[in-house]
């Protein structure tokens, strides 16, 4: 992907001036996510869509921070789809992103070729007893779906509406990159605790001197605990759930996984037809499945 050469926007939409819906293309955040969909969209029949990342498009900085949005991969994506809005056809580009914190914030901006997982992240999709038991045939774990979805849940809320209410507020927080490590298994059921406090002290510490504490913390995320969605997916973070999951596995069995391994096999586990069903992926097949 590196090798093709970056397009600027306006190349982009003299492309499509030209061919209209004949040439139609997908735009995500990163390479993981290009292979996702361009396989989820091969299992659907809608071969003909080049998936691309959105490393392939010249964008600049300067625009993705003049709409309010941090620079980084998910910015960039959302940036393109305001730049091309209105200029090529829905037909033929879509702009796919991370939801993120949106199914609980409800910020998201209203354009018609920016559509967002049905859930946080593509990781989220394979938080399923499908995958689960798919997966467990390799790793023989002595638990059931019903036992490791509620012991995760319940620890993936708590550190994902840490990150609801630092942008909120905002405030910056700094998430540490293994979340795994402020978990322990109690002796008593061997159930997973999470150390929240201990979470949200390393979160707030990059606040430099702002009035937030663990005790502020705590008071918002059960504020927001009173009106979740109903999926607990909308309410996880892919990362942490990755993270999680990978050490969940470590403590039940003798496999030895990372979270990058975690990610590569939950989402080659995911069968396509479950997916068809998926708002995401309805509305995908809606505008690329039409007749060119």
């Known amino acids: 992907m590196r090798n093709i050469p970056r397009r600027t926007i306006a190349e982009i939409i003299q492309l499509h001036k030209r061919e209209g819906s004949r040439q139609r293309e997908l735009f995500v955040e990163g390479p993981e996510d290009r292979r996702f969909y361009a396989n989820v969209l091969s299992g659907l029949g809608l071969n003909s869509v080049q998936v691309l990342d959105i490393d392939t498009v010249e964008i600049c900085a300067a625009d993705v921070l003049a709409l309010g949005l941090q620079v980084g991969c998910k910015g960039r994506v959302v940036c393109l789809a305001s730049a091309l809005n209105g200029k090529v056809p829905v037909s033929a580009v879509a702009c796919v992103a991370d939801a993120d914190t ?80 402020f978990c322990a298994f109690t002796k008593q059921d061997s159930s997973p605790l999470f150390r929240f406090n201990d979470y949200a002290a390393r979160v707030l510490s990059a606040t430099h001197g702002r009035p937030a504490a663990v005790a502020f913390m705590q008071a918002e995320v059960a504020k927001l605990k009173r009106s979740l969605p109903a999926d607990p997916r909308m309410c996880m973070h892919g990362h942490d759930f990755k993270s999680l999951f990978g050490w969940y596995v470590r403590k039940h069995s003798n496999v030895s996984i990372d979270k990058n391994t975690v990610s590569t096999l939950l989402l080659a586990l995911i069968d396509c037809e479950r997916l068809a069903c998926e708002p995401l992926f309805v509305e995908l097949s809606s505008r690329f499945g039409s007749p060119t």
């Open 102 to 181: 949106e199914h609980v914030s409800r910020s998201s901006p209203n354009l018609a070729l920016l559509l967002l997982t049905d859930f946080t992240s593509i990781e989220l999709y394979a938080y399923t007893e499908y995958v689960f038991k798919k997966l467990d045939v390799s790793l023989q774990l002595p638990l059931t779906w019903a036992k490791v979805s509620q012991e995760m849940q319940s620890v993936l809320v708590d550190a994902f509406l840490m990150r609801v209410v630092c942008a909120q507020i905002g405030l910056p927080g700094e998430f540490p990159d293994d979340f795994s490590a």
